[in-house]
């Protein structure tokens, strides 16, 4: 099983909402990811956790708010959003920090109206 | 100067054409080197990964490295409409030296397979 799983594909919301977006691996992976890709760009990496503990916060604003509950699911909370932070957040894992070979959810795309 | 760069395209070839894409870069700590296949409105699904310097063939699909020259390359051999996608190259540093824990991404080159 070589799958990273993200719910829910598609999510609209107002800017005074609080939604959360979920990841799931069952690969055994010790690391993993919060990336943000706009249209016709590269994704960004905004979060990453090792050992269930953040090891990586790329300066994302604090409306974005992540969680790892154990070493398969990783969370992204979100509040108070703003239009521009509408776009395809994907979720990756790697078998530790720094082996190069993530594995891709197929991302949530997030509208915020 | 970008730390990756790479071509956007878009780049439009014939069924069973050989396609190749490239990347250059300026960090010579980047010590392992991938491809990823982004379908439209899907994630990026890794195709090929290779570490330091050399040539790593996976059916129709061939990696290069050439760390000297700082230029990556992927080629398709006999290129399908399936292969429409958008090609992403990512690039990461050593544990703990310049570039490591996160990858370094192309802007990716969009690919179209006429039928």
């Known amino acids: 099983d070589t799958e990273v799983t993200q719910t829910p594909k598609h999510l609209v919301m107002g800017m005074t909402n609080k939604k959360s977006l979920k990841c799931e691996q069952h690969?055994?992976?010790?690391?993993m990811y919060w990336y943000k890709q706009k249209a016709k760009k590269p994704p960004e990496l905004m979060f990453v956790?090792?050992?269930?503990?953040?090891?990586i916060n790329e300066s994302v604003p604090s409306r974005f708010s992540p969680e790892c509950p154990n070493s398969s699911l990783l969370n992204l909370h979100l509040h108070a959003l703003q239009p521009e932070d509408s776009a395809l957040y994907l979720c990756?894992?790697?078998?530790?920090?720094?082996?190069?070979?993530?594995?891709f959810g197929e991302g949530s795309r997030l509208t915020v109206l | 100067q970008k730390e990756v760069e790479q071509d956007p395209g878009p780049l439009s070839v014939p069924e069973g054409a050989i396609v190749s894409l490239n990347c250059t870069y300026s960090?010579?700590?980047?010590?392992?080197f991938m491809w990823y296949r982004q379908y439209s409105r899907k994630g990026p699904e890794l195709l090929m990964y290779?570490?330091?310097?050399g040539n790593k063939e996976d059916g129709r699909f061939t990696a290069q490295v050439d760390k000297s020259s700082k230029y990556i390359s992927l080629f398709i051999r006999d290129s399908q409409p399936s292969d429409s996608a958008t090609y992403l190259c990512?690039?990461?540093?050593?544990?703990?030296?310049?570039?490591?824990?996160?990858?370094?991404f192309g802007k990716g080159t969009k690919l179209s397979v006429i039928p």
């Open positions: 990756a894992s790697s078998q530790d920090l720094f082996t190069g070979e993530l594995f």
């Open positions: 690969m055994g992976h010790r690391a």
């Open positions: 956790y090792s050992y269930e503990k953040l090891s």
């Open positions: 960090n010579s700590a980047f010590q392992y």
């Open positions: 290779t570490y330091s310097s």
């Open positions: 990512a690039m990461e540093g050593p544990p703990g030296g310049a570039g490591s824990y996160q990858l370094t």
